[in-house]
């Protein structure tokens, strides 16, 4: 039935299911597995996980018939065309940050099977399929009622995937962190967002980016103050300083899957809602967040690598926080292109879209392996790594493949070609010191990309560091015959290292696939 406000405007609108389907049906799977959870023996568990799978990739499925890029709902029922404010808009942006989204997950439920059994198999399986629908929403939002909603629906679930193991004092620690700084961050966005509402009467993207144009007085300084804690919220889901520091103790305490999703999917989030945000909503104001932007690129990609080099080889989890430091600068380098929309317009976007896709694939990669070594050897070392190819030379291989994929050296030539694509863009926008920044970071890491890599290959340790790791943790442990990888993790590193490859043998293919505009 429709009810009629008058004789021209309907008040009852249809929804376009089709756009709205990739999240709902990760959404529908998730209920259906919590009540499965109630009913099924603990020996049939494992069919969680395969309901788990078969929903990532049905909703991944949904995404072919959005490839157009014409589909949107939700919509003001005041205006028509191209003026009509939509709240849901399931453009080309969207879709490449879903498949990034949805992907990822599908990744982390193949590194998962082997762990759930130590773990409330349901109760896990639920919060990621939760977490991914929030994180498949986002990029469709167009208003910022619905962004903070998919954020939260995105954050929440993430919280307990961290403090999930209840017996672990360092796992609850870790997500008791990540919860209080991330409702901190929160509550800051939403009072950004009441005076972006205050000063403008509209919460839609677009109108937001016309209104704004015409705030003047008194109310010009409550906007910019808007702006600029709405954009705090997101920097702190993206892992920008300075609001990095629940980063490297939350990827340590977290389950390794976990740890693994937040590094993609976690910052997929972030870099999507930022872009959205500031390209979309706020362009009016690019004179405030492109410097602020740019300074805090700087910021992040140098307290990152800065960090990630002062990582010891014998210290518990060092693998981990290695790369919980390296996603941090990896950051850094993904905000490059976003500040510098603020001087060149959105067609620079594409170059955060593409450097997204290739660090999602090889960062997934690295902690697949990291969680392969990690079966054998749980304190996860980075001394644990040496000599991994004598053991598993395929392993060391693709690990070896991914780190240089990071640091933009063939044959990773994915990496390289990502780099230069955002190298590109700060030059082209002008900020040729942001660029040096950028330059003299990537030199930085590559001394502890390198020296990981070299170390897969190394002969096994010197009688003094196995010294220096027995008096770390009691003797050292030795395995003549690694234990058999799981099925599900082989085809996770297999996946992964073979997308790299293809995406390193033609790597304009990312870029075309991303080069996304919001306009």
């Avoid at 990760?26 to 309901?51: N, Y």
Wanted: glycine residues 8%.
């Amino acid at each position: 039935m429709t009810i009629a406000a008058d004789s021209t405007t309907s008040l009852v609108q249809s929804v376009d299911w089709l756009a709205i389907a990739p999240p709902v049906v990760v959404a529908t799977v998730a209920l259906a597995i919590l009540v499965a959870d109630l009913f099924l023996p603990e020996e049939r568990k494992p069919l969680l996980g395969w309901a788990t799978i078969a929903g990532l990739v049905a909703s991944l499925a949904l995404l072919v018939p959005l490839r157009d890029g014409n589909h949107a709902t939700f919509c003001l029922t005041t205006a028509t065309g191209a003026d009509q404010a939509c709240s849901y808009t399931a453009d080309h942006f969207a879709l490449i940050i879903q498949v990034l989204v949805l992907g990822g997950a599908l990744l982390t439920a193949l590194l998962s099977f082997g762990d759930t059994r130590r773990l409330p198999a349901g109760e896990f399986w639920f919060l990621l399929l939760s977490s991914a629908a929030g994180a498949a929403l986002l990029p469709a939002a167009r208003d910022l009622a619905t962004l903070v909603v998919a954020l939260e629906v995105a954050s929440l679930p993430a919280f307990a995937l961290v403090g999930i193991k209840r017996d672990d004092r360092r796992s609850s620690e870790a997500a008791l962190k990540f919860f209080l700084s991330s409702v901190v961050a929160t509550a800051v966005m939403l009072l950004g967002v009441s005076f972006v509402y205050a000063t403008t009467g509209t919460l839609h993207l677009t109108e937001l980016a016309t209104r704004l144009d015409d705030v003047a007085g008194p109310l010009a300084t409550l906007a910019m103050t808007g702006v600029a804690l709405t954009l705090v919220g997101f920097a702190f889901k993206t892992a920008a300083a300075p609001f990095h520091f629940w980063v490297p103790d939350t990827y340590v305490g977290a389950p390794l899957p976990v740890a693994a999703y937040l590094s993609v999917v976690g910052k997929a989030v972030g870099f999507s809602g930022l872009i959205l945000v500031t390209v979309i909503g706020f362009p009016s104001y690019a004179d405030v967040w492109g410097p602020a932007l740019a300074v805090v690129a700087a910021l992040t990609m140098t307290i990152g690598n800065v960090a990630a080099l002062r990582q010891t080889a014998t210290r518990a989890r060092s693998a981990v926080r290695l790369l919980a430091w390296s996603s941090v600068a990896q950051a850094g380098y993904l905000l490059v292109p976003i500040a510098s929309a603020a001087y060149t317009g959105d067609e620079q976007i594409g170059s955060t879209v593409a450097y997204a896709l290739m660090y999602g694939v090889v960062n997934l990669g690295a902690f697949a392996v990291a969680a392969l070594v990690a079966r054998t050897k749980p304190d996860n070392r980075l001394s644990d790594y040496r000599g991994l190819y004598a053991t598993r030379p395929l392993a060391a291989l693709a690990m070896g493949f991914f780190l240089l994929c990071l640091a933009g050296l063939p044959p990773g030539i994915i990496g390289l070609f990502a780099k230069v694509t955002v190298f590109s863009s700060a030059v082209d926008a002008g900020l040729g010191w942001l660029a040096v920044v950028m330059a003299v970071n990537v030199v930085i890491a590559l001394y502890y990309y390198l020296q990981w890599t070299a170390a897969l290959f190394r002969g096994p340790g010197e009688p003094e560091e196995a010294a220096a790791l027995a008096g770390a943790a009691g003797p050292a442990r030795t395995l003549s015959v690694p234990m058999a990888a799981p099925v599900s993790l082989t085809a996770a590193i297999a996946l992964t290292a073979a997308v790299g490859i293809v995406l390193s043998g033609a790597p304009q293919l990312v870029l075309r696939f991303a080069g996304v505009t919001l306009f």
